[in-house]
C-alpha cells in the first residue's frame, strides 16, 4: 500500500496493524532477506535480487489509493482515539466516551520509527494523577494545567500548544521535561538539542509525535516559524535521493516541548502558542539522584496513564457540547480545557488565558519596536498615520536592533505581526483606511481598546457544557 504522502508500505497479513517500511531497518527489505536464509537453508539473496523485489513491490504498492498511516496516535472511522503502545505485538489503547481498553489488534494503521519507545500496559489503581504531582515540583494550579495538556496531547486532530517549562537552574526542568515526554511518546531519545537548520528540524519531527527542545536560550526566526508551523501542521518537500526530479513530503503536526532558563525575546506568533509553566526551586533536602527519579517513574507510569486516559475518555463524553463564549488563539486547546474544567471542577481554562496575556505581554516588552509602538500609543491615545509616517515618529535607538525596521515596507509588516500582542495589552491595529490622494498609501489608526477587551485572561469565556453522563465519575484528583 501507498500512504498519502507518498511512501510505500506492506502490512503482515497474519500480524500486527502495523506498515512496514521496504527499504530500512526493520523494513520489509531485511525481512525477506532474513526468510530467504531460513527458508534456503542459509543461503543468502543476491543484493540485486532484493533491490528487483522492491522495485516490484513498490508498483504493486502504487496501483491502489494511498491510505493514511499515522504514528504513535490516531483515530478511526468512528473518531475513537487509538494510541500505539509500541509494543513488538501491536497492541494499542482505544479511547471513546464511553471508556478506554487494551486491543491485541490496532484499528488504526501505525507505523513505527527508530525515535519511538514502548509504553507500559496502563492501569487504573484509583490515584494515577496524584503519584504523578508527587514526583513534580509544581504547585496545583501549574499541575493541572499539565494534566489537561497531557490528556490534549492524546487528540490528533488540534492544534497543541508548546509546553515550555520556565525556571533557574535547579528546578528540575529537563527531568520533568523528559517524564512529561515520556507519558505521552516515550523515546530513547526523549530530549533533543536545538536543530541546526529545518533539514535536520523535518528528519526529527516526522518520526516522533512528541518531542522537547532542551535548554534553549535563543530562538532564531527560522526556528519560531517552523515551531508554530509544526503546532498547527507543516510539511515540507524536499528532492529525493538519487534523483532529478522526484521528491519527497514529510507532513506531520506534533507536540512540542522545550525547555528554558530564558529563551529571550519571543515572536508574537510563538508566543500565543505556548503553554508556559514555571517550575519551583528544588530544596537541597527534597533532592533526589536520577536513579530513584527513573525507579519511581516507572513504579507509577501505568497508573499515571490509566488515569491520564480515563479523564480523556471523560473529556471526549463532553467535548461535543463545550461552546465558548468568544474564541481565543488555540480555540482547540482552549475547548478541551473546559471540557477538563467541567469534569474535574478545575479552572485550568481561566489559568492559561492569564498566562498566556502575561507571555504576550513579556514578549512585546523584549521587542523594542513594539513596545516603542505601545508607549506612543499610551502617549498619544490614538495615533494615525502611514508606515514611514510611523517610523519618523518613533524614536530611533541609538544602537538600532536587528529586527527594527529598516524602511516603511518592513514596518508594516513588523506592525502586522506585532498586531495580536499590542491586542493582548488593549492596543487594536486598524490597517483598514487609506489616505486620501492619488497614492492612497494605506494608513495604521493604533488606538487604546476598552478595558474589558483589553486583557484575555480577564475574558468572559465561561464554557456552556453539558454534565456529565450518569454512572460516569471524574478521576482521581491530586
Known sequence: MMSTDGRPYAIALNGPNLALPLRGRAGLRQRLARLYVDTYEGDVASQSALADAMSVLEGIADEDDPVPVSLRVGSDDAGAIVVDLGTADGRAVVVTALGWNVVDRSPVLFRRSGAMGPMPTPVLDGDGLAKLHALLNMDDTTFRQLAAWLVAAWIPHIPHPVLTFKGEQGTGKSKTAEMVVNLIDPSPASKRSQPRDIKAWAAQAFNSWALC??????????LSDTLCKAVTGDGIVDRALYTDDDV???????VLAMTTIDAGALAGDLAERLLMLDLQLIEEDRRRTEEELNGAFEAVRPAVLGALFDLLACVLAVLP?????????MADFARVLAAVDQVMDWHTLDDYLATSANVATDALEGDPFGAAVAALVDQAGTWQGTAAQLLDTLPTPLVRPPNWPKDATRAGGRLKRLAPLL???GITVDDTQRSPGKQRHRLYVLSRAEAAASDPGQAPLWPEVAPIGQGRTPPDQP
Open 321 to 329: 457540547t463545550v461552546r465558548l463564549d468568544t474564541m481565543p488563539r
Open 213 to 222: 527542545l532542551d535548554n534553549i536560550s535563543t530562538i532564531p526566526p527560522w
Open 248 to 254: 519527497v513530503v514529510l507532513t506531520f503536526r506534533r
Open 423 to 425: 491586542r493582548s495589552i
